[in-house]
C-alpha cells in the first residue's frame, strides 16, 4: 500500500550540466500530473509525464525538472525589421521632442526582439541525462510513499479489527432475535387467545417478521466484504479506489442492519461499526 503523499528530491552535475528533479505528492481522487520542465525542454514532456504515469496510479504530482546546459549551441540573429521600426519610431519621437539625440546601441540591443536567440536542442542527449535523474528521484518517491503507506495500513487494520468485533456482537445477537420475537408474539397471542393458540399462525406470523427484522444475510455479506478489503489491501499495491467501493458496500449493510434491527445491543454495535468505518474511510484517502 503506498500513501499519496511523498517528497523527493534528486540532482546531478557534471561538466555538461546541471539538473535537478523535484517530486511532490498530494492526494487527489485521480492521477493528475503537472510537470515544470524549462520552455526549450518543453518537447520532452510527453516523456516525463508517460513515464510518472507508470509510477502512479493515483494523487496529483508536481514534478519539477531544472535543467543547465554549459555548453549549449546557441544560435544569435539580428531581427533587421525590429531595428528598422524601432529607428523609424525614434526618428518621430526626437522630432516631436525637438532633439538630435540619437539612442544608443546599447539602448537598442535592450529593445524586445532586436536579438533572436535560439537553442539548439538536442532531445536525446537531453533526455539521457534527465531519465536516470527523474528515475532515482521517483524510486525516492515511491519509498516515502510505501512507508507513509505502510503506517496506514496499520492504522486502518486497527479500526478493521475494531468493525470485525462489532461484527461479531450483532452476529451473537442475530438468533436471539428470532426467539424474542417468536415468543413476544406468542404473549400477545395468548392474551387475546388464552389456550386457544394456533402454533402455524405464530409461525407463519414469526416467518414474516423474520423477513422483516432479521440480519443474518446482511451480517453474512458485511463479513465477505471485510474479508475482501483484508486480502486487497495486503496484496494489490494500489487498493484505493477498490477499498474506497467495499467501505461503501459496508456501509449499505451497517445502515441496514441498524434499520432493520430492535435490538439495543445490535444498535449499540452499529454505531461503533460506523465510527470504525469512517475512521478507515478518513484514511483511504490519502491511499494511492
Same mark, same amino acid.
Given at each position: 500500500?503506498?500513501?499519496?503523499?511523498?517528497?523527493?528530491?534528486?540532482?546531478?552535475?557534471?561538466?555538461?550540466? /546541471?539538473?535537478?528533479?523535484?517530486?511532490?505528492?498530494?492526494?487527489?481522487?485521480?492521477?493528475?500530473? &503537472?510537470?515544470? $520542465? !524549462? +520552455?526549450?525542454?518543453?518537447?520532452?514532456?510527453?516523456?516525463?509525464? #508517460?513515464?510518472?504515469?507508470?509510477?502512479?496510479?493515483? %494523487?496529483?504530482? #508536481?514534478?519539477?525538472?531544472?535543467?543547465?546546459?554549459?555548453?549549449?549551441?546557441?544560435?544569435?540573429?539580428?531581427?533587421?525589421?525590429?531595428?528598422?521600426?524601432? %529607428?523609424?519610431?525614434?526618428?518621430?519621437?526626437?522630432?516631436?521632442?525637438?532633439?538630435?539625440?540619437?539612442?544608443?546601441?546599447?539602448? $537598442?540591443?535592450?529593445?524586445?526582439?532586436?536579438?533572436?536567440?535560439?537553442?539548439?536542442?538536442?532531445?536525446?542527449?537531453?533526455?539521457?541525462?534527465?531519465? @536516470?535523474?527523474?528515475?532515482?528521484?521517483?524510486?525516492? &518517491?515511491?519509498? #516515502?510513499?510505501?512507508?507513509?503507506?505502510?503506517?496506514?495500513?496499520?492504522?486502518?487494520?486497527?479500526?478493521?479489527?475494531?468493525?470485525?468485533?462489532? =461484527?461479531?456482537?450483532?452476529?451473537?445477537?442475530? +438468533?436471539?432475535?428470532?426467539? /424474542?420475537?417468536?415468543?413476544?408474539?406468542?404473549?400477545?397471542?395468548?392474551?387475546?387467545?388464552?389456550?386457544?393458540?394456533?402454533?402455524?399462525?405464530?409461525?407463519?406470523?414469526?416467518?414474516? $417478521?423474520?423477513?422483516?427484522?432479521?440480519?443474518?444475510?446482511?451480517?453474512?455479506?458485511?463479513?465477505?466484504?471485510?474479508?475482501?478489503?483484508?486480502?486487497?489491501?495486503?496484496?494489490? @499495491?494500489? !487498493?484505493?479506489?477498490?477499498?474506497? &467501493?467495499?467501505?461503501?458496500?459496508?456501509?449499505?449493510?451497517?445502515?441496514?442492519?441498524?434499520?432493520?434491527? +430492535?435490538?439495543?445491543?445490535?444498535?449499540?454495535?452499529? =454505531?461503533?461499526?460506523?465510527?470504525?468505518?469512517?475512521?478507515?474511510?478518513?484514511? $483511504?484517502?490519502?491511499?494511492?
Amino acid at each position: 500500500m503506498k500513501s499519496m503523499t511523498g517528497y523527493a528530491y534528486e540532482e546531478r552535475q557534471n561538466e555538461r550540466v /546541471s539538473l535537478s528533479v523535484e517530486i511532490k505528492g498530494y492526494n487527489s481522487r485521480f492521477l493528475e500530473l &503537472f510537470i515544470y $520542465l !524549462p +520552455p526549450y525542454l518543453s518537447s520532452l514532456e510527453p516523456k516525463v509525464r #508517460e513515464y510518472m504515469a507508470g509510477r502512479c496510479r493515483r %494523487g496529483k504530482v #508536481e514534478i519539477n525538472i531544472r535543467f543547465k546546459d554549459f555548453n549549449s549551441d546557441i544560435s544569435v540573429a539580428v531581427n533587421r525589421e525590429a531595428v528598422r521600426a524601432y %529607428g523609424n519610431a525614434i526618428s518621430v519621437l526626437a522630432q516631436i521632442l525637438e532633439t538630435q539625440e540619437k539612442p544608443s546601441l546599447a539602448a $537598442l540591443l535592450g529593445m524586445e526582439g532586436v536579438l533572436e536567440v535560439e537553442k539548439n536542442r538536442d532531445d536525446e542527449r537531453n533526455w539521457r541525462y534527465i531519465e @536516470p535523474c527523474l528515475k532515482m528521484a521517483a524510486d525516492r &518517491f515511491d519509498e #516515502e510513499r510505501i512507508r507513509e503507506g505502510g503506517h496506514t495500513l496499520a492504522d486502518i487494520f486497527s479500526h478493521i479489527a475494531l468493525l470485525e468485533s462489532s =461484527v461479531q456482537i450483532a452476529a451473537s445477537h442475530a +438468533p436471539l432475535m428470532e426467539i /424474542s420475537i417468536r415468543e413476544n408474539l406468542r404473549n400477545r397471542f395468548t392474551e387475546l387467545l388464552g389456550d386457544q393458540i394456533d402454533e402455524n399462525r405464530i409461525l407463519t406470523e414469526t416467518a414474516v $417478521l423474520l423477513m422483516k427484522y432479521t440480519i443474518s444475510e446482511e451480517i453474512s455479506r458485511l463479513g465477505s466484504h471485510i474479508s475482501e478489503f483484508r486480502v486487497e489491501a495486503e496484496r494489490n @499495491p494500489s !487498493p484505493g479506489k477498490k477499498l474506497d &467501493f467495499l467501505c461503501q458496500e459496508m456501509n449499505r449493510e451497517i445502515n441496514t442492519i441498524g434499520s432493520k434491527t +430492535p435490538d439495543l445491543a445490535v444498535s449499540r454495535a452499529v =454505531v461503533d461499526m460506523k465510527d470504525a468505518l469512517e475512521n478507515i474511510r478518513e484514511q $483511504l484517502r490519502n491511499v494511492e
